[in-house]
């Protein structure tokens, strides 16, 4: 309850358990204990006036515990437990020096249960942490599983498709070439068409093998010296009809010429090709795609 101090006990030395009570915060007792926050000893509680105030109920709990000084302990300005000890061997009462040394013993009780609050806090978030990197690298492991299973099935299937292609398009050459004699031009518009379309989905399939290939040796690369206009120039060859047949000016402005750098050849030409091819994708007709490379 709000209108109470609860306690629980934390160990008893004797035969028996200890007899858990409350005070009440307004009780005398517990404002001296919570408020004042020193000692208290049973014969101050029987004989000093504030105390006379306090409920029957309480006096008779603490009497019923047989104890002789009570010392609060608090932690960041809370009252968090006490401390109760029983007569002295020698069955004197407790002074000025024995109360000084409690105080004591109560604030380094204090700092103790602080410190080991702190430690299990930081035990529970290291276990915390140790759940979550094992969780994190399960999930980083099912990523890579799912990552070589995208990779080996982009490669099956790139590789399946090659052999089909390549045989339309063999079949496709030997028809226009020997077949063709006694078709209309209409006819013949029709089969350039379907060669222009199977060379398209090829350069597909050739793009996933690049793909698959580029997925299982990523950071394998073949460097060497390389001029970067003449690749641009050399990548940008087999783009030009593309660009025509949209209306598109294709320009390679090829004027401060930069020093020659050492590249995977092969990659970069891959990715000059993919961005220009992108740049005529999305340039409507009778626009300009302006290729320039410069050394910053």
């Known amino acids: 309850?709000?209108?109470?101090?609860?306690?629980?006990?934390?160990?008893?030395?004797?035969?028996?358990?200890?007899?858990?009570?409350?005070?009440?915060?307004?009780?005398?007792?517990?404002?001296?204990?919570?408020?004042?926050?020193?000692?208290?000893?049973?014969?101050?509680?029987?004989m000093l006036p504030q105390f006379q105030k306090t409920e029957p109920e309480e006096k008779e709990w603490l009497a019923s515990l047989g104890m002789e000084v009570y010392v609060p302990i608090h932690i960041q300005g809370q009252w968090i437990g006490l401390f109760g000890l029983g007569p002295k061997n020698s069955r004197s009462r407790f002074y000025g020096k024995d109360l000084i040394l409690l105080?004591?013993?109560?604030?380094?009780?204090?700092?103790?249960?602080?410190?080991?609050?702190?430690?299990?806090?930081?035990?529970?978030?290291?276990?915390?942490l140790q759940a979550a990197y094992a969780s994190l690298a399960e999930a980083n492991s099912r990523l890579q599983e799912v990552d070589k299973l995208k990779s080996a099935f982009i490669g099956v299937v790139s590789h399946e498709l090659r052999t089909p292609f390549a045989n339309i398009g063999f079949s496709l050459h030997i028809l226009e070439r020997h077949g063709t004699d006694a078709w209309a031009e209409g006819q013949r518009d029709e089969l350039h068409s379907l060669k222009q379309g199977i060379q398209k989905a090829k350069n597909m399939?050739?793009?996933?093998?690049?793909?698959?290939?580029?997925?299982?040796?990523?950071?394998?690369?073949?460097?060497?010296?390389?001029?970067?206009?003449?690749?641009?120039?050399?990548?940008?060859?087999?783009?030009?009809?593309?660009?025509?047949?949209?209306?598109?000016?294709?320009?390679?402005?090829?004027?401060?010429?930069?020093?020659?750098?050492?590249?995977?050849?092969?990659?970069?030409?891959?990715?000059?090709?993919?961005?220009?091819q992108n740049a005529i994708k999305f340039t409507p007709a009778g626009g300009e795609v302006m290729v320039r490379c410069w050394p910053q």
């Open 1 to 46: 309850p709000a209108n109470v101090f609860e306690f629980r006990s934390v160990q008893s030395f004797g035969p028996d358990r200890l007899v858990l009570g409350t005070l009440s915060t307004a009780s005398p007792i517990a404002n001296h204990l919570s408020q004042i926050r020193q000692p208290l000893t049973q014969y101050d509680i029987d």
């Open 103 to 128: 105080s004591t013993l109560g604030d380094q009780t204090a700092v103790a249960l602080e410190n080991a609050r702190l430690f299990a806090d930081l035990e529970r978030v290291n276990k915390d």
């Open 205 to 276: 399939v050739e793009h996933l093998v690049s793909f698959a290939s580029f997925l299982q040796k990523q950071g394998n690369l073949h460097l060497s010296p390389v001029d970067l206009p003449d690749l641009i120039e050399t990548t940008l060859h087999p783009l030009r009809p593309l660009a025509e047949s949209r209306h598109i000016t294709l320009q390679h402005l090829n004027g401060e010429h930069p020093p020659v750098i050492c590249a995977d050849q092969s990659r970069l030409g891959e990715a000059i090709h993919h961005l220009v």
